[in-house]
């Protein structure tokens, strides 16, 4: 399932440059064609960046990255709390 996100991170990603491009590059005339260019590449960056974080989260749980430096809530620390 990893491998499956990874490869659907690098596509979003891949869209989201592409079209991005043609956004930025269209015809001003042609709205159409910006507007579903700047739409292509919304979803590129939105898939992009779910599946960029949903990889972190799976590499902490899995191990193969150390998890952040976060600060625990005050229930779950040791020396405090009424817990």
Do not use: C
Request: net charge neutral; charged share 10%; proline share 5%.
């Amino acid at each position: 399932m990893a491998k499956l996100i990874a490869l659907l991170n690098v596509v979003a990603w891949s869209g989201f440059w592409a079209f991005g491009y043609l956004a930025f590059t269209a015809d001003p005339s042609a709205p159409g064609t910006m507007v579903t260019a700047a739409v292509l590449a919304f979803v590129g960056a939105a898939l992009g960046i779910w599946a960029y974080f949903w990889l972190i989260r799976h590499s902490e749980a899995t191990g193969y990255a150390r998890p952040s430096n976060r600060v625990q809530p005050e229930h779950l620390r040791e020396n405090g709390g009424d817990a």
